[in-house]
């Protein structure tokens, strides 16, 4: 019969491997300004999202991203997708929120016309319906609203605002710092194609996000640590499968700060979904070997502790890496032929219930036994598992 417990000390090491890396890297987060470790998307840091496509497959990431530094935002990143769009980040706040006047086409009555002999009526000024002859009745006119041309009234500017095809409920920016970019980059690249997002989040939304996910996280954790020690009526258990759980989240944020610094992958609002997602895992897997315990210390009182947690972790053995399994091909499926845009966030479930497998097996038990062990020795008890020293006679 395997010893997992007597071998606790190498599984503690092979876990202190595992997560003193990551740790490391996340504490250089702060010190290096964000140039080392964890890299936040604009979900947390504010700034834009803009997913476009070239009528001309032959545009390259690197020339999208020289339009953008002519244009003063040295900062922006952009990364293809594999459907043939480019996602374009940038953190620079110039950008600003995007205009109310991104319509399909803007509205004449935004300025009044000023052509020489244009009817003082309402109606007719309102209007950019080609009807020959205004309508005399000063109420709105219903050819007020935004006609199928494909060009805006010089009243408005000036600016053309034809959709691109393929734009669905997409439509490209026409005016303001957005609008100078897209009559820039189609200057430079030819006609854009489609949108398919422009996601602008300010400091103050980005802020508020920060605080929730850390107030998340951290509720998830004393919520748990309290059930489970209501329920196997002991603040061992709660208390280990928390440390456990707490190993699987550093060895996950970790990991990303790894990536982070040398790939420059960001974790956004799926992440903490993800971060969640691992908590309840690994607390469900270490609940199935808990109870195990508690069964057996009823059926087998009167054992030592130790052989108690072995026998109940080789049980569980078989159940905890059948359920894991299903789900890691799962997810490894998902994360080959899921797409770019969940990507992430699936490579964040996979490493998560991994390592929640490992823990609640390899950590969470051996834990429980080491305290069970030092309460023993200060209560002035024999620790468990120790055969007693024979007197000489």
Known sequence: MFDVIGKRRWFFLFSGLLTIPGLIFILLTPVTGGSVGLQFSIDYTGGTTWEIRFKDPAVTADQIKTVFVNQGIA??????????????????????????????????????????????????????????????????????SPAPSGSASPGAGGVTASP???????????????????????????????????????????????????????????????????????????????????????????TFAILG?????????????????VIGFSVHDTIVVYDRIRENKARHAGEPFEQIVNHSVLQTFGRSINTSLTVVVTLTALLLFGGSAIRYFVLALLIGIVSGTYSSIFNASPLLVVWQNWEDRRRGRQPAGRPARRSAS
Request: net charge negative; proline share 11%.
């Open 75 to 144: 900062d922006a990143e952009v990364l293809s997708t594999s459907d043939g769009y480019y996602e374009i980040r940038t953190k620079t706040a110039a950008l600003g929120t995007p205009p109310p006047e991104d319509t399909p086409v803007p509205s004449a009555s935004a300025a009044p016309s000023s052509s020489p002999g244009a009817s003082s009526s309402p109606a007719a000024s309102a209007s950019p319906s080609p009807s020959p002859s205004p309508s005399p009745s000063p109420s709105p006119s219903p050819s007020a």
């Open 164 to 254: 691109s095809p393929g734009l669905g409920n997409e439509t490209l920016p026409t005016t303001g710092k957005f609008g100078d970019i897209r009559k820039a980059l189609e200057t430079a690249l030819g006609p854009i194609d489609s949108q398919r997002n422009l996601t602008t989040v300010g400091p103050v939304i980005s802020q508020e996000l920060t605080q929730q996910a850390v107030l998340l996280v951290i509720l998830g954790s004393i919520g748990i640590l309290a059930w489970m020690t209501f329920r196997f009526r002991d603040v061992k258990f709660g208390a280990t499968a928390l440390v456990a759980l707490l190993h699987d989240v550093v060895v996950v944020v970790g």
């Open 261 to 277: 610094t040398f790939f420059r992958v960001e974790i956004d609002a799926l992440f903490v979904t993800a971060m969640l997602t």
